[in-house]
């Protein structure tokens, strides 16, 4: 079965590639890839904190999609608060509770594709765990690199394109 699920995203994997990059011949300006992987982390008693980094590269963005905080295996039915620390749109960093989990009546949270830039801290900040957190480390690679071909290929369409400008016939008798 873990074969299977391996196939089945790697032909995933290549589809979003396809589809990003252009299909069929039809050129874009900057192809475009994407790739897509697992992330997860548990916050407990004994690691209250997570911080998810990337490092810094060229063309790239990197988006941390969670789809959900669950209590695992091991947890006492007392409340777990779950906080986000981040950046906001003044790059001033904001810590803001996104679960309260607790065995007896809530044991997990879909927070549906819950979107964050990098760097993000995620905080137990009440109760003890512990607690997964899950979602997909989605990377955005925009390349403007055009190989020499490409751009010879490109001059010869614009000369083609181009058409000369004709000069304005004048009439001769019109106010």
């Known amino acids: 079965m873990a074969a299977g ?7 995933l994997n290549q589809e979003s590639r396809a589809r990003a990059g252009g299909v069929g ?20 008693g004994h690691t209250r904190s997570f911080t998810f980094k990337v490092e810094e590269e060229d063309d790239t963005e990197h988006v941390l999609a969670l789809n959900m905080l669950c209590l695992t295996e091991g947890a006492t039915d007392e409340c777990n608060v779950v906080e986000v620390v981040a950046r906001d749109h003044d790059n001033q960093e ?25 760097p993000v ?28 071909e ?14 000369g400008i004709l000069p304005a016939k004048k009439h001769r008798g019109r106010p």
């Open 5 to 11: 699920a391996a196939a089945a995203l790697a032909f």
């Open 25 to 44: 011949g039809l050129r874009v300006p900057a192809p475009v890839t994407m790739d897509s992987f697992f992330f997860g982390c548990e916050l407990s």
């Open 94 to 118: 904001i810590a803001v509770p996104v679960a309260n989990l607790r065995l007896s009546c809530q044991p997990m949270l879909s927070v549906d594709d819950f979107q964050l830039q990098p």
């Open 121 to 148: 801290t995620f905080r137990l900040k009440s109760g003890s765990g512990p607690v997964r957190i899950t979602g997909r480390h989605q990377i955005v690679c925009i390349n403007n690199d055009l190989s020499e």
């Open 150 to 163: 490409e751009s010879d290929d490109e001059s010869e369409e614009d000369e083609i394109k181009l058409c």
